[in-house]
């Protein structure tokens, strides 16, 4: 199946999906809804050739798990990504027609960065919660600290949502930010608890 091009998030096999499976894919477009990638299966020559006349040319919609995205992160997204860049999408759950992806970007030929941390980083959205991955799991916990200590980063540094406002703009940051240490103590007593 690892040569099957997927052209609809449900035609992704469920094993694929629990296995939190990584794909790859080239960018299409960017929306508000997510990322418009066409999957690129892992091709073997004859086969390949044969398998494109009869697949569809449709594509798949990837949402940045564990991230709400603002709209400046859409206009970022925009600039960021080219039409046809190849990207690699872990797969954490579904939802719909849309796919919930941890997204992994090649930066030079040995570096790659991941989307939805990057994001954070740059204070362009809010950590949310995860879709599609049982919250009493490891890779629930572990990919959630991550996704954490990237919007730490940025509301330290006062990048992006987390810029200094006016007073009452502050008032609701520090608000947030308490909930953000508030969901890493739940993390820790988590982890205390295995």
């Known amino acids: 199946r690892q040569t099957t091009k997927f052209t609809s998030a449900l035609d992704i096999p469920v094993e694929f999906v629990e296995k939190n499976v990584k794909l790859r894919g080239k960018i ?3 929306t508000e809804k997510g ?9 073997i020559p004859f086969l390949t050739a044969l398998q494109r006349k009869w697949q569809s040319n449709s594509l798949l919609l990837i949402r940045l798990a564990g991230v709400e995205l603002t709209p400046s992160a859409v206009v970022w997204l925009q600039k960021e990504l080219k039409p046809s860049q190849m990207i690699w999408f872990q797969l954490l759950g579904r939802q ?7 997204v ?21 959205g809010r ?13 629930y916990w572990k ?16 990048k992006g949502i987390w810029k200094e406002e006016s007073s009452p703009g502050k008032m609701r940051d520090r608000v947030s930010i308490s909930k953000l240490m508030q969901t890493l103590k ?4 988590w982890l205390r608890s295995y």
């Open 96 to 102: 719909d027609l849309a796919l919930e992806c941890l």
């Open 104 to 124: 992994l970007v090649n930066k030079g030929r040995i570096l790659s960065t991941c989307l939805n941390e990057e994001i954070l980083r740059e204070g362009l």
């Open 143 to 158: 990919l959630h600290k991550r996704l954490l200590r990237a919007e730490l980063k940025a509301a330290r540094k006062n």
């Open 186 to 189: 739940q993390f820790a007593n």
């Open 28 to 30: 299409r477009h960017v």
């Open 127 to 139: 950590t949310a919660r995860i879709e599609g991955l049982r919250h009493d799991s490891r890779l």
């Open 35 to 43: 990322l418009e990638v066409e999957h690129v299966p892992i091709s």
